[in-house]
Each structure stands twice: as C-alpha cells, then as structure tokens.
C-alpha cells in the first residue's frame, strides 16, 4: 500500500509539473503574441507618423512661383529707380562689374562685416544665417566705376530679409537694404 501511495504521490507531482510547464508555455506564447501585437501597434503608429510628417515635410521657404513674382516685381521696380537688374538664373554665374560672381562669390561675402553668414539655398533653408533665394544685380556706368548694387533676397531665422551690396573695391560687404519697397515686396511674396 505504502508502495501505491508512493507510485501515486510521483504520478501525482509529474501532472502537476505537466500541468506548470503547459502553464508556463501558455503563458510565453500569450506574451509573444502581446509583444507582437505591440510591435505591429507601434509600427502602425510609426508608419501613421512618417506618413503624415511627409505630407508636411515639403514647406520650403521659396518656390519657382514665388521667383516668378519677385522677377516680375523687380521688372517693373527697376526702372521706377532708373535702373535695370539682372537676376541669377539659378544656372549661368551672375557676373557683377566689380569682377565677383554669384552664387560663388558668395563665400567671400561679408554680412556687415562678418564672414561665413551667407549662402546660396533655393529652398529658403539652409545651413546659412542667410540662405538666398535669388540675387538681382545692377552695374552702374556712371563714374566712379566699376560701381554695382547687387541685392540678396535671403531668409534669416525663416523670415525674409533684402541685403545690398553696393562695394565696389576690397571685400564684398552687404547690409540690409533701407528701401522699405523692397523689403515690404519681398515680404509679402514671400509669406504667399
């Protein structure tokens, strides 16, 4: 009897191990669907948040419609200050009576004085404390020569600015312009 007993306290203990272990097994293949739901969850809410940051990912600054306005603008300016402006066409340097050409000659270009704040950025973003999205440049052919005002339409910190460039020997130097026309123009092309 004590021998039966026995036979049946191992049986006993080795279903209830069974049982743990089927428990146990239960219990990992839950976690691992949960963990793979979660995962699933979290790639959706990943491909959600790609997919909606994409559709806001394209706000540059400057577009080709908005180069079309100021281009238009600077036609009909031009000439109300009896001058008449090239613009860098994005392709073909931009040379200006003093020898310099743009967008390259930007590198050299002080911002009142200070080098490396200014670059060429179609965009309107750039890795610039000014990035240029169009030059527009005037020789002059009265004397003293050569002589130039050359104007950078630029955004610094995302607003838009109008710097001039009037030097005519030593470092290229703009500043911005004081003609509020201008600036007020470029603005509101700018903010459409």
Not at 65 to 93: C, I, R, V
């Amino acid at each position: 009897m004590k021998k039966l007993i026995g036979v049946l306290a191992v049986a006993s203990l080795g279903v209830a191990l069974a049982g743990c272990g089927n428990q146990n097994t239960q219990s990992s293949s839950n976690t691992a669907k949960t963990n793979s739901e979660a995962s699933s969850n979290q790639n959706t809410t990943t491909n959600n948040t790609s997919s909606s940051s994409e559709s806001h990912h394209d706000s540059s600054l400057w577009n080709n419609q908005k180069n079309e306005q100021l281009a238009s603008f600077m036609q009909k300016w031009g000439p109300t200050m009896h001058q008449s402006y090239e613009q860098y066409d994005g392709q073909n340097e931009l040379k200006v009576s003093t020898g310099i050409t743009y967008p390259d000659g930007l590198s050299k270009e002080l911002v009142e004085g200070q080098s490396g704040l200014i670059g060429w950025a179609p965009s309107g973003k750039g890795d610039y404390e000014y990035n240029v999205v169009a030059i527009y440049n005037h020789d002059g052919t009265e004397p003293p020569l050569p002589n130039r005002i050359t104007y950078f339409f630029a955004f610094h910190n995302g607003k838009p600015v109008v710097l001039v460039d009037q030097s005519n020997n030593g470092d290229p130097d703009c500043h911005p312009t004081t003609n509020t026309d201008l600036e007020s123009n470029f603005e509101r092309i700018a903010n459409q």
